[in-house]
């Protein structure tokens, strides 16, 4: 079992450009999400889906858009990036959205310049 | 709306003591909260999940406490160890969106 990955680890793009983050889990779970990390904020949920087919807006979801095609992977795609999208992106996954413990990859360090 | 607040104060104590970390919520009561450790460049990793019916869960020497009058959980770890060190976030799930604290740093010196 590989758990949840993501690529890439790591990334730098220009101010403009757009590009995908890639996440996959292995464990037929139904709910996956993606947060963004910055320093002294915390995770902030950006967007989720309980299944696939069905996405959701979380706390900070302007600049980013998601699909889930299929129960394994979640792409996160930022459009257009501005260097306020410069943070670490974690994807997760859980069995359901209730009272399961959420499973996180290794992130993605993202720099804008 | 609601909030779910840890200490952002590091916390540093020494190797055998008891580590307690705090972890608030405001505005809404969440039917449990989920306690996580973040090593650096890693992602969360799951520890323990209380319900708003337990009031203590235990693993090893881990210890959570959920304080529904309080709106407060409390995070201890026993004889610590400088492998603890680390980075510790609670969470609660509302509706379908699971929210973290912004975690507090343990420190365990030797």
């Known amino acids: 079992n590989a758990g949840v990955t993501q690529t890439p680890k790591f990334q730098v793009l220009k101010t403009g450009q757009s590009m995908t983050l890639q996440c996959a889990q292995d464990m037929n779970h139904e709910y996956m999400s993606w947060y963004r990390q910055d320093p002294g904020m915390g995770l902030r949920l950006i967007h989720y889906s309980v299944g696939a087919g069905i996405t959701d807006q979380g706390e900070v979801p302007n600049g980013y858009n998601v699909s889930r095609s299929t129960t394994e992977d979640f792409p996160l795609r930022l459009l257009s990036a501005a260097p306020s999208q410069t943070s670490v992106y974690f994807c997760a996954s859980s069995y359901t959205n209730e009272n399961t413990e959420a499973f996180f990859g290794q992130g993605t360090r993202l720099t804008v310049v | 709306s609601q909030k779910i607040e840890q200490n952002s104060e590091a916390l540093n104590i020494q190797e055998g003591k008891t580590a307690t970390l705090t972890c608030n919520y405001t505005n809404y009561s969440p039917a449990y909260l989920q306690w996580y450790r973040q090593d650096p460049g890693r992602g969360p990793v799951f520890l323990l999940l209380i319900r708003e019916n337990e009031k203590e869960k235990r693993k090893e020497r881990l210890k959570v406490t959920f304080d529904t009058t309080l709106k407060q959980s409390l995070f201890h770890i026993t004889a610590s160890q400088p492998a603890d060190s680390a980075t510790y976030l609670c969470?609660?799930?509302?509706?379908?969106?699971?929210?973290f604290g912004s975690g507090t740093q343990l420190t365990v010196l030797p």
């Open positions: 969470a609660a799930r509302r509706a379908r969106q699971l929210t």
